[in-house]
Every structure is written in structure tokens, then in C-alpha cells.
């Protein structure tokens, strides 16, 4: 069975670290058998994520925009054709530092659940 999800028909809502997420795909939400999850993202200029942190590993790959990468401490500017390797229990945070949205795609082995996040509150 082939699935195509088209962006558009998802829908889009506010992430928990506050970017706008649309999920395109999720095993828990279709009959897949897929161990991850995929997601798009978008954070306005001069925004920058809550930090939080998952118990399994997340992959961004930045699609447009320019931003900086914080991980556990650590900083790297990123931009489009970037990919960022997030291990489990990171604490993450992502800031956008251009003048356009951040556009990014999120993919989260195993798949994302509430559960498996723990958003960090200043």
C-alpha cells in the first residue's frame, strides 16, 4: 500500500518547545510499520525553543532559514542542508537567528511520544 502525506492535509499546531510542527508521519496515527516519526517545523525570526529533552535520538534537517543549535551546552550555527544527529537525553534547544521562519524537519527513532519528553522551564 502506497501512503502519500502532502503537507498541506496535515495539521498544524504548537509543539511543546513552542515551534509550529506539522506531523506527516507517525505509526501510532497511520497503520505503518515505521519505527520513527516525521515532522516538519518552523521557528519565526528571532524566536528560539523551549529546551527540553528526549529520551530517544532526534535527527533536524534544516530546510531553510538560519539559526544556531544548542545541545547540551554546546553551539553550532546551522542552515539550509544541515542535518544535526541529537543523542537521547540531550538537552536541546534550537534559535532562530535569521530575518525568515526556520524550516526544519524533525525525525525522532523511535517514534515521538509525550511521554518520552521533558520540556525544561527556565
Request: net charge neutral; glycine share 0%.
Given at each position: 500500500?502506497?501512503?502519500v502525506r502532502r503537507l498541506d492535509d496535515c495539521e498544524e499546531f504548537i509543539a511543546v518547545d513552542g515551534s509550529r510542527l506539522r506531523e506527516?508521519?507517525?505509526p501510532d496515527k497511520q497503520d505503518l510499520r515505521l519505527g520513527y516519526s516525521l515532522a516538519r517545523a518552523l521557528a519565526a525570526p528571532g524566536m528560539t525553543t523551549i529546551p527540553h529533552r528526549l529520551n530517544r535520538s532526534e535527527v533536524y534537517y534544516i530546510v531553510s532559514g538560519r539559526g544556531t543549535m544548542h545541545i547540551d551546552g554546546e553551539s553550532e550555527p546551522v542552515g539550509p542542508g544541515?542535518?544535526?544527529y541529537i543523542p537521547p537525553g540531550s538537552t536541546q534547544f534550537i534559535e532562530n537567528t535569521g530575518d525568515a521562519e526556520l524550516e526544519f524537519i524533525?525525525?525522532?527513532d523511535p517514534a515521538w511520544r509525550p511521554e518520552g519528553e521533558e520540556v525544561l522551564r527556565p
Open positions: 500500500m502506497m501512503l506527516l508521519l507517525h544541515a542535518a544535526v524533525c525525525i525522532v
